[in-house]
């Protein structure tokens, strides 16, 4: 099921799910409002996609922020690795800082 946020002429948003009807072809497909899924069946439906949507932006998240921290720890890791650069006068040093910064 496919969800959408569609805006509204008075500002408002309505959040919508795109329905298959089963038997149909996908061109009998349709955008119901949650008010318009809370008969029969379909609520149960929607309530374990919109559990499985949360999880996975939450997934997504936890991801982005895992990301962001690693790249903070490699920037933090080769700054100190030009710092040592910087107070030593051995070359050999510089080389291996090139070769890890390539890798």
């Not at 690693?70 to 291996?96: F, G, I, P």
């Amino acid at each position: 099921m496919t969800r959408r946020v569609k805006p509204t002429r008075g500002g408002k948003e309505v959040e919508e799910f795109l329905v298959r009807w089963t038997g149909y072809s996908n061109a009998r497909d349709s955008w119901k409002s949650r008010e318009s899924l809370n008969y029969g069946g379909e609520l149960g439906q929607l309530a374990e996609i919109e559990r499985l949507r949360l999880y996975r932006e939450g997934q997504a998240r936890e991801k982005a922020l895992l990301d962001a921290r690693n790249q903070r720890k490699q920037k933090r890791e080769q700054a100190k690795a030009l710092a040592l650069l910087e107070t030593s006068d051995d070359l050999d040093l510089l080389d291996l800082l090139d070769a890890h910064v390539c890798l």
